[in-house]
C-alpha cells in the first residue's frame, strides 16, 4: 500500500526484503504515527506493517469498549501475519504502541530479533493515576475530553496527525493496568532494545526512559530527543530518530 494514497488513520504494509519490522502506533492514535518511520526504514529495504489497533480509527465508542489485551491481541496478528513472509523481525512501538513491543518480545523471545520503544509510559504521575482511576469509577462520566491535540512540538503534524478527540474511562484505566503489568515484568526481557524519548514529552514522564534502560536484560541503545515532545515520530527531531533507528536495526536484522 503506497505511503502516498492510503487513508491518513489507515494500516499500512511496505513490501521489502526477508527483514520485517513491525510499526504500533500509540493510546487514540492511527498508523499515521508511524507512518514516516516506514517511509524511513522501507528505503533501507525492510518489509514494513503497521496494523491499526482495536478500538481505534473511529471513535469514542469503538474505543470505550475495548481494553488492553485486545490492542495486543491486534498487535499479535499484525506480528504473525509479519513473521510468515520475513525470516526475521523486529517490533517497534510508540508509546502504548512501546508497551506492547515490549510485550510481545516477552511473549516471543525466539522470535523476535530486536524491539524498539518509543516515548514508553511505564507509569503517570501520581495524581494523574489516582484521579484517573477514579473517574473511571463514576457512573455518568464516561469520557474526557482531549484538548489541544497530540503532544507534538511540530505544528504542522499536530495538526495533520488524525488522533481521537477524548479518552474513554474505561480504555485509559485498561492502558494504566498495561503499564502496571509491562513495568513489572520488564526484567524478563532480554531482547536487544532501541529506546527514545523526548525530554519534551508532557504524556509521558521522561523518567521512564531511565527505568527501561536499566531494568531490560538485553544490550540496550538509548537516544535522548531534545526538542521533541511525546509523538516523537511525527516531531521536529524525527529525521535524527529514523536514522538511529535504522542503524540500530541495521545491526541486528541482516
Known amino acids: ?29 492511527t498508523p499515521f504515527e508511524m507512518r514516516l518511520a516506514g517511509d524511513a526504514l522501507a528505503r533501507r529495504g525492510y518489509t514494513i506493517a503497521s496494523p491499526l489497533l482495536a478500538g481505534h480509527g ?10 488492553w489485551p485486545d490492542w495486543l491481541a491486534s498487535a499479535e ?30 511473549r516471543h523471545p525466539q522470535q523476535i530479533v530486536a524491539i524498539a520503544s518509543l516515548s514508553a509510559p511505564l507509569w503517570l504521575a501520581r495524581w494523574q493515576t489516582v484521579g484517573l482511576r477514579l473517574l473511571a ?11 489541544g491535540g497530540s503532544d507534538i512540538v511540530d505544528v504542522e503534524m499536530r495538526q495533520r496527525n488524525p488522533t481521537g478527540r477524548g479518552f474513554p474511562l474505561g480504555a485509559v484505566s ?20 532501541f529506546v527514545a524519548h523526548g525530554r519534551r514529552d508532557h504524556t509521558a514522564p521522561f523518567a521512564c526512559m ?8 538485553g544490550p540496550v541503545d538509548s537516544l535522548v530527543l531534545e526538542r521533541s515532545a511525546h509523538v ?17 536495526l541495521e545491526r541486528h536484522l541482516n
Open 77 to 106: 496478528h499484525a506480528f504473525d501475519e509479519l513473521r510468515q513472509r520475513c525470516d526475521q523481525v523486529a517490533v517497534c512501538g510508540l508509546s502504548l504502541g512501546g508497551l506492547l513491543s515490549l510485550e510481545l518480545a516477552r
Open 210 to 217: 531511565a527505568k527501561l534502560t536499566s531494568e531490560l536484560r
Open 174 to 193: 485498561s492502558l494504566l493496568d498495561c503499564m502496571d503489568h509491562v513495568r513489572t515484568h520488564l526484567h524478563e526481557i532480554d531482547r536487544p532494545a
Open 1 to 29: 500500500m503506497s505511503l502516498v494514497t492510503a487513508p491518513d488513520n489507515a494500516p499500512f504494509f511496505l513490501p521489502g526484503d526477508r527483514r520485517g519490522v513491525l510499526l504500533v502506533h500509540g493510546f487514540t492514535g
Open 232 to 248: 516523537i515520530t511525527l516531531d521536529v527531531e524525527r529525521a535524527e530518530l529514523f536514522r538511529r533507528l535504522g542503524e540500530f
Open 58 to 67: 473511529t471513535g469514542l465508542a469503538e474505543l470505550s469498549v475495548t481494553r
Open 137 to 147: 469509577h463514576l457512573p455518568l462520566l464516561k469520557a474526557l475530553p482531549k484538548f
